[in-house]
């Protein structure tokens, strides 16, 4: 992985190729998923194609939310009975029971991630039931060398929280800030001191959590260069050891709380690429690498690493550096990608809870991956964890000829050259600082399910 110094910007190839494109936590993405295949067909396959002697991922969706930040756009309850937690949390464990006796098979848990929601909504009693209930299921690690991690709402971690978390196992956490302004905080619903996220940071490094996580969020309602430079400063003072710097996207006709977000409050488009261009910067200048999308990591950590090394991949959970593992995920809206599939869990939590209660998983629809969709995924992983492919690497892993069987895609590909996104190679595709920016876009080229001449708006803009 070369060495990055600084990104580069050019406003025309920005305007020319920021479209809507997917995330690619996945290929296929879950717009694919097909609600037709049957839950049976994607157990089946899943249970057929797992690899029993690798470890294993877990990931626990818990929606809950006492408060409505009102850009959020995940699957969530807002409520302030916490009494609703533990009939959820009962269903829980029935899921889990069942997904334990198909994938278990004494896999070693090495990566844990409870998301949400607000999985600290629940209480701490509630959260010692739920970690031993995966351990009695699982075979989660005691030794402190898994990465298992936690969201957390600063204010939502009571005095005790943090100490209950890494006694029962967590060595990382994710905090939620998004932006440091009170004008901002105000206006999305989460007025959130600053004084409360740092000694919620502070704690948690003082009980020694290995990691800590902070979420930003630009394109927010007041927001404008000098605010959210000086949001950063005060975030880069705090020192996290990585840093998501997420793009807001307005969509109130999708989300019902972002109608609370007034449009002529929001930075304009310009104004707003000018915040990623000066945070982008500003991190690098800090010492913080662009692991890509929206992430930054120090050069110390495992994801900085792990690119250096060619071993970054990525799933649902974002980066990782646990590609070998199955994910297996459990809770409402839930995805999981084991095996040969991807299959995700009904999106309501009424839904959820008779699903699971009548036949012992919630499985609503998925993907089964043909030969086609392997190759597609290793070379969109490669480009988009990596910024760079070699080519013969997966022509010898899945014995084809490279160009020949990208031959559609090579016009396109080879414009990508011309604006100085990639450097094209006989043997190789890298990307360049250009590139970086619009990488999603450089991926849809090898996206099948996307049509060449109309990219779907159905996913968020690239930048």
């Not at 916490?82 to 464990?93: C, E, G, S």
């Not at 070379?379 to 964890?385: G, Q």
């Amino acid at each position: 992985m070369p060495q990055q110094s600084n990104v580069s910007w050019d406003l025309d190839l920005i305007r020319r190729y920021d479209l809507s494109g997917p995330r690619y936590t996945s290929y296929p993405t879950a717009i694919q998923f097909d609600s037709g295949l049957t839950a049976e067909q994607l157990i089946a396959s899943g249970r057929e194609t797992a690899d029993t002697n690798a470890p294993l991922s877990l990931y626990v969706h818990i929606p809950f939310c006492a408060h409505v930040c009102y850009y959020c756009a995940c699957n969530k309850v807002i409520t302030r009975n916490r009494k609703k937690a533990q009939p959820y949390l009962d269903t829980l464990y029935q899921e889990m029971e069942q997904l334990s006796q198909w994938y278990r098979a004494d896999r070693v848990v090495n990566q844990l991630h409870w998301g949400g929601g607000t999985p600290t909504f629940i209480s701490d009693d509630q959260m010692r039931e739920l970690m031993q209930a995966l351990r009695r299921n699982f075979n989660l690690r005691d030794d402190d060398l898994g990465d298992y991690s936690i969201e957390i709402d600063p204010r939502e971690a009571g005095h005790d929280t943090l100490g209950v978390l890494r006694d029962i196992g967590f060595n990382r956490i994710s905090l939620g800030v998004q932006d440091v302004n009170p004008v901002v905080q105000e206006a999305v619903n989460r007025v959130q001191p600053t004084e409360q996220t740092l000694a919620v940071l502070e704690r948690s490094r003082a009980l020694g959590f290995k990691s800590i996580n902070m979420d930003l969020i630009y394109g927010l309602p007041h927001q404008n260069e000098q605010s959210f430079a000086d949001t950063l400063e005060t975030v880069i003072a705090m020192s996290p050891d990585r840093l998501s710097v997420f793009n807001y996207a307005h969509l109130p006709d999708r989300f019902r709380s972002q109608k609370h977000i007034r449009a002529e409050d929001l930075p304009s488009a310009e104004e707003k690429l000018a915040i990623l261009q000066n945070s982008i910067n500003r991190l690098l200048d800090a010492g913080y690498v662009y692991i890509g999308m929206d992430h930054f990591a120090k050069p110390d950590d495992e994801l900085a690493i792990a690119q250096a090394e060619g071993k970054l991949h990525r799933n649902f959970q974002g980066y990782t550096t646990h590609s070998d593992c199955d994910l297996v995920a459990m809770g409402v809206s839930a995805i999981s990608q084991i095996g040969n599939v991807y299959y995700q869990n009904e999106h309501d939590i009424a839904a959820y809870s008779q699903a699971v209660t009548q036949q012992q998983h919630a499985v609503k629809r998925g993907v089964q991956l043909n030969t086609d969709d392997h190759i597609r995924r290793a070379v969109i992983t490669a480009l988009i964890c990596q910024f760079e492919l070699d080519k013969r690497s997966i022509a010898e892993r899945f014995a084809i000829d490279f160009d020949q069987y990208f031959a559609e895609e090579q016009d396109e590909l080879r414009q990508f050259d011309a604006d100085g996104l990639i450097e094209l190679q006989p043997e190789s595709i890298r990307v360049t600082p250009a590139g970086r920016l619009l990488i999603r876009r450089i991926c849809m080229a090898f996206d099948s399910y996307i049509p060449k001449k109309q990219h779907s708006q159905n996913f968020s803009r690239i930048i």
